[in-house]
């Protein structure tokens, strides 16, 4: 008897462990940073999990890298909110995420280097984490709130931010900010140019940040390895040894160069 009371209290302090951990490792909204909000019960997702949350959305995250997410509702005495906080692997994957996620965006509150809002929702990429908050109204009394909540959040994240200048070498940050996307796969082209679908077509292994212009598009590929460097080249028919970091290569409208080991800058004139 004694030795099955000692294993549910085991069983009963580790799954209270792992609760305290989840809060923890999350830069969510307390009683602390608002005393006159109530809040929903967090709901956390991890891994597959999230399939449970966004259903058909998740392969999108999971493609980029989703660790784990903390959704909460908060009342305020002016609105109701819902903050969804993902966990991305790292602070590019949590970049990606945001950059295709973004979606008509009035404007670029200072709150991070990579931020989003328009009446209904704000969106924040800060370290490895993508923040999103709604509300219903998109009044402005909502969008203060929305900007106080983001602002709550933001400065509880103490990782560097993502840093782009190594695949675009020169480029305003405004122009980053704006018109940039970064994807890692299948999905993340197809939700952020899905005219470039068979230009990777059948490729895994890369980073691709890609500058949508007029009339030149910019796309910085870092490739994982040799392998996948090559598997680009050939499905594009390009003599890899010709490629080299002094003088960019012609061929047809696509100006390509080296820009690093396993690192493409290709200029492609629309």
Same mark, same amino acid.
């Given at each position: 008897?004694?030795?099955?009371? *000692?294993?549910?209290? +085991?069983?009963?302090?580790? %799954? ?89 965006? *009035? ?24 923040? %999103? ?5 998109? %009044?402005?009394?909502?969008? *203060?709130?929305? $900007? ?5 959040? /933001? ?12 695949? +675009? ?5 405004? $122009? ?43 796309? /910085? ?8 460097? #090559?598997?680009?080249?050939? *499905? &594009? ?17 696509? #100006? ?6 396993? &690192? ?7």
């Amino acid at each position: 008897m004694i030795k099955r009371y *000692l294993f549910f209290f +085991l069983i009963t302090l580790l %799954s209270l462990s792992g609760k305290s951990q989840t809060n923890d490792d999350f830069p969510v909204i307390t009683k602390n940073d608002l005393p006159e909000a109530t809040f929903s019960t967090p709901r956390t997702f991890a891994g597959s999990s999230l399939f449970g949350y966004m259903n058909g959305g998740a392969e999108l995250y999971l493609e980029y890298g989703c660790e784990s997410a903390s959704i909460t509702e908060i009342s305020l005495p002016e609105g109701k909110y819902k903050t969804e906080i993902f966990r991305m692997t790292d602070p590019e994957a949590a970049f990606g995420i945001f950059s295709v996620s973004k979606y008509r965006c *009035l404007a670029f509150p200072d709150l991070a280097k990579f931020t989003c809002q328009n009446r209904y929702q704000l969106q924040i990429c800060k370290g490895p984490y993508y923040i %999103s908050i709604i509300n219903k109204t998109g %009044s402005r009394t909502d969008s *203060l709130s929305m $900007l106080r909540l983001g602002k709550v959040i /933001s400065d509880k994240i103490g990782e560097a931010e993502t840093d782009l200048s190594g695949y +675009l070498p020169g480029i305003p940050h405004s $122009l980053l900010r704006a018109d940039s996307f970064l994807a890692k796969g299948k999905l993340g082209i197809i939700n952020g140019a899905p005219d470039l679908e068979d230009f990777f077509a059948g490729l895994s292994g890369y980073t691709a940040v890609i500058l949508k212009g007029s009339p030149e598009m910019l796309i /910085s590929v870092r490739f994982d390895g040799n392998e996948s460097i #090559k598997a680009f080249t050939d *499905l &594009h028919k390009w003599d890899q040894g010709r490629l080299s970091e002094q003088d960019p290569v012609i061929i047809g409208e696509e #100006k390509i160069r080296l820009i690093g080991n396993n &690192h493409l800058l290709i200029e492609i004139v629309k």
